[in-house]
């Protein structure tokens, strides 16, 4: 939505849910959607496709996806976290090297233990911080960060060889 009406008079809940309560955003989401999955896939056969989709429509997928999930954690659970990017990056690394160590892994199964291996990461951390909210888990998140971040670093079988 690129602005919002002022002096709406909901009558019901629903109405006050709704996601595109507008007509305009509502033709300008679906015009998104036809050129995404419509016109967007005909650039990868252009000479100049190839570097867009590496170079700027995936990195741009990955991000607004950790932008969402960073969203739904802040915006609608109300938890403050700072170590969203070490659970990103435990994500990246554990598809790396599920890819590099077995060949010939399917990507779904690939996207599948990555987002396991991350989600037991942040159980282990997340377990301890049951207890604790407000500025106390938001510092528990960022040590989590921190102490991801130096693993990454320091242990060098989970740094992609490139890195080194």
């Known amino acids: 939505m690129l602005y919002r009406e002022n002096g709406q008079f909901k009558t ?3 109405a006050d849910q709704q996601m ?3 007509l305009q955003d509502r033709w300008f989401m679906a015009g998104l959607l036809v050129f995404v999955f419509a016109i967007l896939p005909l650039a990868a056969g ?7 989709f590496r170079a700027l429509a995936v990195p741009f997928l ?3 996806i950790a932008a969402i999930g960073l969203n739904i954690l802040v915006g609608y659970c109300g938890q403050i976290s700072l170590g969203h990017a070490g659970m990103m990056a435990v994500g990246a690394y554990a598809a790396y090297n599920l890819v590099v160590r077995v060949p010939g892994i399917n990507f779904l199964i690939v996207l599948v233990l990555a987002g396991g291996v991350a989600a037991l990461v942040g159980i282990v951390f997340g377990v301890p911080s049951l ?3 407000g500025l106390y888990l938001s510092v528990a998140t960022l040590a989590a960060q921190f102490f991801l971040d130096w693993l ?3 242990i060098k079988w ?5 890195l080194i």
Do not use: C, M, V
């Not at 252009?46 to 867009?52: E, L, R």
């Not at 989970?158 to 490139?162: A, E, G, L, V």
């Open 12 to 14: 019901s809940y629903r």
């Open 20 to 22: 595109l309560p507008i």
């Open 46 to 52: 252009t000479p100049g496709g190839d570097y867009f």
């Open 62 to 64: 990955i991000l607004a």
């Open 131 to 133: 207890r604790i909210k």
């Open 152 to 154: 990454f670093i320091r």
């Open 158 to 162: 989970f740094t992609p060889n490139f």
